[in-house]
């Protein structure tokens, strides 16, 4: 199991980033949250299986149609086992 905390940079805000990273991660059944940061950054924290956590990752990095993805900084963290499904902060 793993978790990781994600800052992405671009075009993140106001394309619904948020809620189309909401739709991945329970696809793949990742727990954790997301939310806007200032100067335009989304903050994710995800956990599940690693392989899921991999893809998770992979999806962030492009995110969804209308986003544009600059950059994202990709941290490991103690896992904590989340129980509740994955939303939106």
Do not use: H, P
Not at 30 to 45: A, T
Not at 70 to 83: A, D, M, P, V
């Amino acid at each position: 199991m793993r978790r990781v905390s994600v800052i992405v940079t671009g075009k993140v805000q106001g394309v619904c980033y948020r809620y189309f990273a909401k739709k991945e991660a329970n696809r793949l059944d990742i727990k954790g949250w997301c939310q806007n940061r200032e100067n335009d950054k989304v903050y994710l924290v995800a956990e599940g299986k690693e392989k899921d956590v991999d893809k998770f990752i992979e999806w962030a990095k492009n995110g969804s149609t209308f986003a544009k993805v600059i950059n994202t900084k990709i941290s490991e963290e103690k896992f904590e086992g989340l129980e509740d499904r994955f939303e939106v902060r």
